[in-house]
């Protein structure tokens, strides 16, 4: 199971790896600090493929996982190949597909077909157990320590 990086607002869901608040020793203080950087990265990255495409602006609850990752591979690819090919031009656009929508209703979107019943209540108590959070969190912790070489 993926998890999202998240700050404190959230519930201790192992789908959630939140911030630590409380830093009791220096392990979980690197973990915090290298989590918070790369939590405001991937923030700002969406954010540029949000503005830039309203596909990634929806939600992707009813959509299959791989159709969702396969349009976050083709959004950033599309990002990339516009950045290398118009260089700091790039930055100088608007959003004008919502501008020429303004004041016309939104078209439909289309999605995957949902999980059947049995599956998505399996997820949705995976996605909340409180040992795997714990579990997570430690892993991650050990981690991060570890990829730091100390």
């Known amino acids: 199971m993926?998890?999202?990086?998240?700050?404190?607002?959230y519930p201790r869901w192992p789908v959630f790896l939140k911030t630590i608040s409380c830093l009791t020793d220096v392990m979980r203080a690197?973990?915090?600090q290298r989590q918070e950087y790369a939590r405001k990265d991937v923030e700002r990255?969406?954010?540029?493929l949000q503005a830039r495409w309203a596909i990634v602006k929806g939600s992707a609850r009813?959509?299959?996982?791989?159709?969702i990752a396969n349009v976050m591979y083709v959004c950033i690819i599309l990002h990339n190949m516009i950045?290398?090919?118009?260089?700091?031009r790039a930055g100088d656009w608007s959003d004008d597909e919502a501008e020429s929508r303004a004041g016309h209703a939104t078209p439909p979107?289309?999605?995957g077909l949902p999980y059947g019943v049995s599956e998505r209540l399996q997820a949705r108590e995976n996605m909340r157990n409180q040992q795997d959070y714990l579990?997570?969190?430690n892993d991650m912790i050990e981690e991060v320590w570890t990829r730091s070489g100390r």
């Open 30 to 32: 690197l973990f915090a």
């Open 2 to 9: 993926g998890y999202y990086l998240a700050d404190g607002i």
């Open 62 to 67: 009813s959509r299959y996982k791989h159709h």
């Open 45 to 48: 990255g969406f954010g540029v």
């Open 83 to 88: 950045i290398h090919d118009e260089g700091a």
């Open 109 to 111: 979107v289309i999605r």
């Open 135 to 137: 579990q997570l969190m």
